[in-house]
C-alpha cells in the first residue's frame, strides 16, 4: 500500500496569512506514461463529506476559490490557501489514486489564529 | 446537478451484514463512471473500501476484499455495499462516491450515513 503522510497534523493561521500542508507518498504517484501525478486534495468540514479541492496534484476543481493551490511531483506535494479565510477552517486530506488500494493522508487540521 | 445520498440501517449487530444503498439522482449510473465507497471511523481519517464500474466491474480494498461485495441496480438508479461478518471496527460514516474512474478523484459524495456495530 501507499502511505500517505501530511504535515504538519495541524497548524494557526492568523487571517489573511499563508497556510501551507505537505503530503509525501511512500512511492511515487507520477504515471510515466501520461506524466500525471494521482494525486487530490479534500478539504472537510465538520458534519460534511470531503470535497475535491485540486487534482492531478495542481488543477483546481471548478469552483474552488483560486487561493487553494497544489504543487509538487512524485512523492512530494503541497496544498497552498494563499490567504486565509475565516471559511478555509478545515480538515484537509491528500489523496493517492494511483493503485489500489488507493489512499488518503492522516489530515491537517487548519484552525484560526 | 449529480446528487448521491446513502440509506440502510444505522445499527448492525456484531457478525452480521451491513448493507447499504447509495440512490444516485441527476445522471444515469449505467452511462459512466467509477461507484465508490469510502468510510470513516468517528474521529478518524478517510478508508477506501472500493466499488463498481457502471459496466459492473469491480475493485476493492484488499484490506476488505474477502467481506465485501458491491452492485447496480439500474432500474434504481442505485448502487450498493455490503460488508459482511462486521466487528466494532467498522463503526464508521460511511459515504458514496462518483469518480471518473477506479484511479480517479471522487468528484460527486453523498452526506454520509453513519453505521454503528453493536449488539
Known amino acids: 500500500d501507499i502511505v500517505m503522510t501530511q504535515s504538519p497534523d495541524s497548524l494557526a493561521v492568523s487571517l489573511g496569512e499563508r497556510a501551507t500542508i505537505n503530503c509525501k507518498s511512500s512511492?511515487?504517484?507520477?504515471?510515466?506514461?501520461?506524466?500525471?501525478?494521482?494525486l487530490a486534495w479534500y478539504q472537510q468540514k465538520p458534519g460534511q463529506p470531503p470535497k475535491v479541492l485540486i487534482y492531478?496534484?495542481?488543477t483546481r476543481e471548478s469552483g474552488v476559490p483560486d487561493r487553494f493551490s497544489g504543487s509538487g511531483s512524485g512523492t512530494d506535494f503541497t496544498l497552498t490557501i494563499s490567504s486565509l479565510q475565516a471559511e478555509d477552517v478545515a480538515v484537509y486530506y491528500c489523496?493517492?489514486?494511483?493503485?489500489?488500494?488507493?489512499?488518503f493522508g492522516q489530515g491537517t487540521r487548519v484552525e484560526i489564529k | 446537478q449529480v446528487q448521491l445520498q446513502e440509506s440502510g440501517p444505522g445499527l448492525v449487530k456484531p457478525s452480521e451484514t451491513l448493507s447499504l444503498t447509495c440512490t444516485v439522482s441527476?445522471?444515469?449510473?449505467?452511462?459512466?463512471?467509477?461507484w465508490g465507497w469510502i468510510r470513516q471511523p468517528p474521529g478518524k481519517g478517510l478508508e477506501w473500501i472500493g466499488g463498481?464500474?457502471?459496466?459492473?466491474?469491480?475493485y476493492y480494498n484488499p484490506s476488505l476484499k474477502s467481506r465485501v461485495t458491491t452492485s447496480l441496480d439500474t432500474s434504481k438508479n442505485q448502487f450498493s455495499l455490503r460488508l459482511s461478518s462486521v466487528t466494532a471496527a467498522d463503526t464508521a460514516v460511511y459515504y458514496c462516491?462518483?469518480?471518473?474512474?477506479?484511479?480517479?478523484?471522487?468528484?460527486?459524495w453523498g452526506q454520509g450515513t453513519l453505521v454503528t456495530v453493536s449488539s
Open positions: 463498481i464500474y457502471h459496466s459492473g466491474s469491480t
Open positions: 489523496h493517492q489514486y494511483y493503485n489500489i488500494p488507493l489512499t
Open positions: 441527476g445522471y444515469s449510473i449505467s452511462s459512466d463512471y467509477f
Open positions: 462516491a462518483r469518480a471518473a474512474a477506479v484511479t480517479g478523484q471522487n468528484n460527486y
Open positions: 512511492q511515487s504517484v507520477l504515471y510515466s506514461s501520461n506524466n500525471k501525478n494521482y
Open positions: 492531478w496534484a495542481s
